[in-house]
């Protein structure tokens, strides 16, 4: 995960933020999936 020259920290806060994006489209996708219906954009 590391470049030549990063600090542990970069390091470090890379993978933090790696880490929250997976959560967040986990959540999503598991929000998606639980819907029954879907309604078109076209008839709204």
């Known amino acids: ?3 030549k020259g990063d600090t542990y920290n970069e390091i470090i806060k890379r993978l933090i ?18 819907e029954k ?4 954009i076209d008839e709204i």
């Not at 959540?27 to 998606?32: A, D, G, K, S, T």
């Open 1 to 3: 995960m590391g470049r």
């Open 37 to 40: 219906e879907w309604t078109s």
């Open 17 to 34: 933020k790696r880490s929250e994006y997976i959560e967040f489209m986990e959540e999503q996708y598991r929000i998606l999936n639980g």
